[in-house]
């Protein structure tokens, strides 16, 4: 309790709109902390993740819901967390959450939760049946009442979360310029971003070891600059969305990934390693959500066994919107990718900034739009 005392004493200094957080991961707030500042919104950020040494930080010592108890999270741990907190809390005018979005069941009555959907929305009720559902029930009374408002960084998830909940929601792509780096290609070699030892092997075996190097082989933790000075990066993709290729989109990086067709005949090699994070079924080891509660028929985007799903995940792929990220590389054989990594890649990179001009201006117009109810409130 020192811990939110401490920050009692700098929250009554301060003047303007305020909004806090409490978050698992450390890129998703640090792309909102931007859109906030841009709107005279100052955040204070509490951070659960094991990654926050990446950005010169260590985990806040929250009581009640942190990196030990999360995965447990349940309505009587919010009865606790607002009775520890809430004194604190009442002094925002705000709140975020993004890793999980279920923590804004944290700020019910306390304010307007913005919550930003990066990966599937339900974690952690995800074979939990009971406390999904009540997850869903917060969010379709919420949303109209203009306690919750709700974004997705990408398209696959905000078609899966309206699958379950009968919501539209808009996309805004995240910038994630907050690494301060950009590409300078230095370097001969692209890097090779995969799931397995064994495609690292197969890839480098086809392209040939001086033009592409494993992920692996660098060091656990490579600075943003330094990733950057490679030649290109290479993805075999785990997932449809993820951070960091927002980061290496921003910093103009050539990316190059398997075309869609060629993505699905590695996946039918490879699924343990290819599109192995569709579902938290598969990175859990469960075959798929326990829970049936569907607005869209029967189908299921968690049972990843069958291929119409794969296929359905694959065309909601960002690496595949050519529309919000322009001049990414497509290669439909180990063979194609290894010539397409002779070409002027500098040239890429040139054009990646001219696309980012207007990514950048699509995200601040539509947080704009976004986030206007907050203004309105804000006058009234």
């Not at 931007?34 to 204070?44: P, S």
């Not at 943003?224 to 993805?235: D, K, P, Q």
Request: hydrophobic share 40%.
């Amino acid at each position: 309790m020192h811990h939110a005392a401490a920050h009692r004493a700098e929250q009554r200094l301060r003047e303007g709109r305020r909004f806090f957080n409490l978050d698992l991961h450390i890129g998703v707030v640090g792309d909102l902390r931007d859109v906030l500042a841009d709107h005279a919104i100052e955040l204070t950020d509490w951070t659960l993740s094991a990654h926050a040494p990446v950005i010169g930080r260590v985990r806040d010592p929250v009581a009640i819901v942190n990196e030990h108890t999360w995965r447990s999270f349940d309505s009587a741990m919010v009865k606790r967390f607002q009775a520890a907190y809430g004194g604190y809390l009442s002094g925002f005018d705000g709140f975020l959450a993004t890793c999980p979005i279920a923590f804004s069941l944290l700020y019910e009555g306390l304010g307007t939760t913005v919550a930003v959907i990066a990966t599937r929305y339900e974690y952690p009720f995800s074979f939990d049946r009971d406390r999904w559902a009540w997850l869903n029930k917060f969010i379709e009374k919420a949303i109209p009442h203009g306690e919750l408002i709700v974004v997705a960084n990408n398209r696959g998830d905000a078609d899966y979360f309206t699958h379950y909940t009968g919501i539209h929601v808009p996309i805004i792509a995240s910038l994630c310029r907050y690494t301060g780096a950009t590409y300078t290609g230095r370097r001969p070699e692209a890097v090779l971003f995969t799931k397995s030892s064994h495609l690292d092997r197969l890839a480098t075996d086809a392209v040939g070891s001086s033009s592409l190097v494993s992920r692996r082989a660098l060091p656990a933790i490579v600075r943003w600059n330094e990733l950057y000075s490679y030649r290109a990066i290479v993805h075999i993709p785990y997932n449809i969305s993820m951070m960091a290729v927002f980061e290496q989109y921003t910093a103009c990086v050539p990316l190059f990934f398997p075309s869609k067709a060629f993505l699905f005949e590695l996946w039918k090699l490879h699924p343990e390693s290819v599109l192995s994070e569709l579902s938290f079924g598969q990175v859990f080891g469960k075959r798929t959500a326990a829970p049936r509660l569907h607005h869209n028929g029967e189908f299921d985007p968690n049972c990843v066994d069958d291929p119409d799903v794969i296929k359905w995940w694959i065309e909601r792929a960002d690496y595949y919107e050519t529309e919000r990220m322009p001049h990414i590389s497509y290669f439909d054989s180990w063979e194609e990718l290894r010539e397409q990594l002779k070409s002027d890649l500098c040239e890429t990179s040139s054009r990646m900034i001219e696309s980012n001009l207007v990514r950048r201006e699509v995200a601040r117009q539509s947080w704009i739009e976004t986030l206007k109810p907050l203004d309105t409130r804000q006058d009234s």
